[in-house]
């Protein structure tokens, strides 16, 4: 699961050079892994990455 935060670290550092798609796709794919092994410190630092990842879809939203 360290690894799985790690990777969607790297993800959410490039949420503006990469398609929302791709984001969607490896997220989802990394969710597996924090799902059957994460530990707490693990499921809250995915909460942040998913919070970002929110958070700047709603900043893509309101800027024209």
């Known amino acids: ?24 796709a490896e997220m989802a794919y990394l969710q597996i892994a924090i799902d059957k092994t994460a530990g707490e410190a693990e499921r809250e630092a995915w909460s942040w990455l998913r919070e970002a990842v929110a958070a700047f879809r709603a900043r893509a939203q309101v800027t024209p």
């Open 1 to 24: 699961a360290q690894a799985a935060v790690i990777e969607g670290a790297v993800l959410v550092s490039r949420l503006h050079l990469l398609p929302a798609e791709k984001i969607d």
